[in-house]
């Protein structure tokens, strides 16, 4: 069964550095990979998705995510980090049941992004 | 262009009661799945909803049962409820389970 692990429960990082959310995930085969971001109290907002390609893939709000199959990572990165990206991000792997695509998605715990002004 | 909706957003019930919740999934979209959310954890897949049967299931119990309407929308029920069901409910809809799901708000359970 596939599984994904975020190392990093809670990091917190200064407005205008950089930022790197790490993503481990187990899968037998070629993975979809996806990161979410939560708001307190809301529902997840999809950052950016990995079906094939390039393995560099750009997101909303300035992220982007890089897939390293050897290391079977899918980290996520900002430059320069705004007040307004606070929030709780969720790595997640799409499962592929028998080659048809259901569809359902495996989570990590989530890492808690906490910005200083 | 309406999103995933979900009703209600705030839900109180005691053990032992049964709750319904609902899903309007995104317009265009035609399959529905249902999450469960527990304070401090990631998202766990609860079931699928795609033509009006249940195609995928998580790892849940039989007290965890669902609907799909013609029109798409979607009902979570959960009956016998525990303490433990307690948690944010979130709905996501896809076209043809199309690994690309957006979500709803969600709703958020509290069994006493």
């Known amino acids: 069964a596939q599984s994904v692990t975020q190392p990093d429960i809670h990091i917190t990082v200064s407005e205008g550095a950089s930022l790197e959310l790490r993503c481990n995930y187990s899968?037998?085969?070629?993975?979809?990979l996806f990161w979410y971001v939560q708001s307190p109290g809301q529902g997840l907002q999809l950052l950016l998705k990995?079906?094939?390609?390039?393995?560099l893939v750009q997101g909303i709000k300035g992220f982007e995510a890089e897939f390293k199959r050897s290391q079977s990572s899918f980290n996520l990165r900002k430059p320069s980090v705004h007040w307004s990206d606070a929030a709780e991000y969720f790595c997640?792997?799409?499962?592929?049941?028998?080659?048809?695509?259901?569809?359902?998605?495996?989570f990590g715990q989530g890492t808690i992004l906490t910005v200083h002004p | 262009d309406a999103g995933v909706t979900q009703s209600p957003t705030h839900l109180i019930k005691t053990r032992g009661q049964q709750v319904t919740l609902r899903c309007s999934p995104k317009?265009?979209?035609?399959?529905v799945s249902w999450y469960q959310q527990a304070l401090g954890q990631g998202p766990q897949f609860i079931f699928q909803?795609?033509?009006?049967?249940?195609?995928q299931r998580g790892n849940f119990p039989d007290r965890f049962s669902g609907h799909q309407f013609p029109n798409y929308s979607s009902e979570l029920n959960v009956n016998a409820l525990l303490l433990g069901d307690s948690a944010l409910y979130l709905c996501?809809?896809?076209?043809?389970?199309?690994?690309?799901?957006?979500f709803g708000p969600g709703t958020r359970l509290t069994v006493t």
């Open positions: 317009s265009g979209h035609d399959t």
């Open positions: 996501a809809s896809s076209l043809n389970g199309y690994y690309e799901q957006y």
């Open positions: 990995y079906f094939s390609g390039d393995t």
């Open positions: 997640a792997v799409g499962e592929d049941a028998g080659g048809t695509s259901y569809g359902k998605l495996t």
């Open positions: 909803y795609y033509e009006e049967e249940e195609r």
């Open positions: 899968y037998g085969a070629t993975p979809y």
